[in-house]
C-alpha cells in the first residue's frame, strides 16, 4: 500500500479522547518551554486631564531710570505667566504718568520729558500694574531735598528755597504742608536762600556730589503789633426799659486782641422810636420801644451793631397810587389793630415805618381823593411792605403790593371809613395827619 493511502486511512480515524488530550499536554509543554508565564496585557492610557490656561502674574517695566530735559526714553512691559514663561506687552499695555508736566508717555512706552522733576510710570494690562520712578535732570546732576521748619520745629508751608550760585542757579522749590521740598539738577558747590514769611531768612552754603537732604529752621521775625479793627459785642434786644454793657474788642496785627471798652468814644444813633443813652463805658439804658446803633471810635477804627430795644420788628414800606405806581406824599396811616409800639412817616415822600410789630397787624392807609384802605398781614421778622392807594373814582379793585422778608402773604381788604383804633401800647396813636 503506498504512503498516500496510509495518510488517507489516517486522516479518516475518527478522533478520540485520547488524541485530544495529547494534544493539549503538547501544546502545554510547547508553552513552558517558550515563557515563564504569560504575557501581560499591555495598559490603555487614560485620558489626561484638559492643562490650566497660563496668566499674568506680574509685568516689569524696564527702562531708563533717569532722562535729561528735553530727552526721552523708550520703555518696555514683560509680562510673567503662571507657567514661567514671558512676553513683552509693551504696545498691548496701557501706559501713564502720574505728573504729565515732567513726563509724558505714548501708547507704545516711549516716554519724553518736559522739565525736572520727579514722575512715576505706570503700565497696566488686564488686572496687573506696576510703576517705575523716573527722574529728570540733566547727567551729572543730583537731587537735594528737605524740609523747612520754624525754631520750634513746626512745618514752615510756604516757605521758599532758591539756587542763588553753582550749578542750577535760579531753582525755586515751594515747601508742602510738611515743610518738604525738592530741587532738581544741583551739582558741586551751591548757595542756597531760604525765606518764610514772619521769619528771618538764611543763606546755606552746600556741597552736591549725590543725592542728598538738608533740614533748614528760621527764627521768627518778632515786629511790634499794630490794630488792625475794632469790633463791638452785645446783645441784639434788649427790654424796653432796661440797662446793658456793651464791649470794644481791638485786633492786632498779630492775632492778639485787646479790651479797649474804656478807650473808645461810644455813642447810639437814633433810627426808629425811643432814643437811647449810651455812657463813657459803654453802659446802655433804654426807656421804652425803638431801635438805635450802638457805634465805638478809636482813631481811625469804627464798628457798629444794631439793638433793638423791646419785643416785635420793624415794617416798612412806600404809599403809592395803584395805576402809575408814583409815590404819594401827605397820606395817613393808623394801626387799628394788633401790636406796634411807634410809627412814622415822611409826608413828602410817602414812605411810612412801624416799629415794635409782631404778629398780625392791621393798617389803615388813606389819603385824599383815593380809597382808604385796611391792610392785615403777620409781622415774625423786619418786612418791606408797599401799599397802592387806588383813586376813589377808579373802577380798579383796592391792592397790596407786598416785597422784601414777610414770613407768610398778608390778607388785604378794603373798605371806606374804617373805625380808628389806638395803637396797641400806651402813646402815641398814629403818623401826624396833614389838613386836606
Not at 188 to 209: D, E, F, K, M, Y
Request: hydrophobic letters at 35%; proline letters at 6%; aromatic letters at 6%.
Amino acid at each position: 500500500m503506498s504512503s498516500r493511502q496510509n495518510r488517507q486511512r489516517r486522516s479518516d480515524r475518527p478522533w478520540t479522547v485520547a488524541t485530544a488530550g495529547a494534544v493539549l499536554i503538547a501544546l502545554v509543554a510547547a508553552g513552558a518551554g517558550c515563557s515563564e508565564g504569560p504575557t501581560p496585557p499591555t495598559p490603555v492610557p487614560l485620558p489626561s486631564p484638559s492643562a490650566t490656561p497660563s496668566r499674568v502674574s506680574a509685568v516689569t517695566i524696564t527702562g531708563p531710570d533717569t532722562i535729561a530735559p528735553g530727552g526721552q526714553g523708550q520703555y518696555q512691559a514683560i509680562a510673567k505667566y503662571t507657567d514661567g514663561s514671558t512676553k513683552d506687552l509693551t504696545a498691548n499695555a496701557t501706559w501713564s504718568s502720574s505728573k504729565t508736566e515732567v513726563l509724558e508717555i505714548d501708547g507704545n512706552g516711549l516716554a519724553r520729558s518736559r522739565q525736572r522733576g520727579m514722575a512715576s510710570l505706570t503700565v497696566s494690562f488686564m488686572s496687573v500694574s506696576q510703576t517705575f520712578a523716573v527722574r529728570v535732570l540733566e547727567p551729572g546732576t543730583f537731587v537735594l531735598s528737605g524740609t523747612i521748619g520754624g525754631a520750634d520745629g513746626q512745618p514752615l508751608a510756604g516757605a521758599t528755597v532758591a539756587v542763588e550760585s553753582g550749578i542750577g542757579t535760579g531753582l525755586t522749590a515751594t515747601a508742602g504742608a510738611q515743610g518738604e521740598f525738592e530741587l532738581f539738577g544741583l551739582a558741586g558747590a551751591v548757595q542756597l536762600g531760604v525765606s518764610a514769611p514772619g521769619h528771618q531768612s538764611r543763606s546755606l552754603s552746600l556741597s552736591v556730589t549725590r543725592d542728598d537732604t538738608t533740614h533748614v529752621f528760621l527764627t521768627r521775625v518778632t515786629v511790634a503789633a499794630e490794630p488792625s479793627g475794632l469790633k463791638v459785642t452785645g446783645p441784639d434786644r434788649i427790654s424796653e426799659d432796661g440797662t446793658v454793657q456793651y464791649a470794644a474788642t481791638l485786633t492786632n496785627s498779630d492775632g492778639s486782641r485787646q479790651d479797649v471798652t474804656n478807650l473808645v468814644t461810644w455813642s447810639a444813633i437814633w433810627y426808629l422810636g425811643n432814643p437811647f443813652v449810651i455812657d463813657g463805658r459803654g453802659v446802655v439804658r433804654t426807656s421804652g420801644h425803638g431801635r438805635s446803633f450802638v457805634r465805638a471810635r478809636l482813631g481811625p477804627f469804627e464798628h457798629e451793631i444794631v439793638v433793638n430795644a423791646g419785643s416785635g420788628w420793624i415794617v416798612e414800606g412806600n404809599i403809592t397810587d395803584a395805576t402809575t405806581g408814583q409815590l404819594l406824599p401827605a397820606a395817613e396811616f393808623l394801626v387799628v389793630g394788633g401790636q406796634a409800639y411807634g410809627a412814622s412817616l415822611d409826608d413828602w415822600s410817602g414812605t411810612y415805618r412801624l416799629f415794635g410789630a409782631l404778629g398780625p397787624v392791621r393798617l389803615q392807609v388813606s389819603r385824599y381823593g383815593y380809597v382808604t384802605r385796611i391792610v392785615e398781614f403777620t409781622v415774625t421778622r423786619d418786612a418791606v411792605i408797599h401799599v397802592a392807594l387806588t383813586r376813589a373814582f377808579s373802577e380798579h379793585p383796592a391792592q397790596v403790593v407786598f416785597s422784601g422778608r414777610a414770613e407768610s402773604f398778608p390778607k388785604v381788604s378794603s373798605r371806606q371809613g374804617p373805625k380808628r383804633d389806638n395803637l396797641h401800647h400806651s402813646g402815641a396813636a398814629s403818623a401826624p395827619r396833614r389838613s386836606k
